[in-house]
């Protein structure tokens, strides 16, 4: 399954479309360039998908998306598994 997951931007990278995101603890870079006329800055949540940013959340909408997630069992518990073994460059 591939599911679009809610994470809070920690840190915005050297490179304009590139920041560093906490998803339920698990850290990893993403691709923020499709949200260039968004001003994303740390403390944003973005829904991610496939190591893309595709739209900034607010963080209620985040907190239900994520409670939802949990609930659906180990198909998010691999979804998490997965972004944490990816990478971006």
């Known amino acids: 399954m591939c599911l679009g997951i809610p994470g809070e931007v920690i840190e915005l990278l050297d490179r ?4 560093k995101v906490d998803v339920s603890g698990v850290r ?6 499709l ?11 973005v829904l991610i998908h496939v190591g893309f ?7 209620d909408e985040a907190a239900a ?4 997630l949990e609930g659906v069992g ?6 998490l598994d ?8």
Do not use: C
Not at 28 to 33: E, M, P, Q, T, Y
Not at 53 to 59: G, P, T
């Open 16 to 19: 304009n479309d590139l920041a």
């Open 28 to 33: 990893r870079s993403i691709n923020i360039g």
């Open 35 to 45: 949200l260039e006329n968004e001003n994303v800055q740390p403390g944003d949540w």
């Open 53 to 59: 940013a595709l739209s900034k959340i607010d963080e």
């Open 65 to 68: 998306a994520l409670a939802f």
């Open 74 to 79: 180990q198909s998010y518990t691999d979804e």
């Open 82 to 89: 997965a972004l944490a073994q990816s990478s971006i460059d």
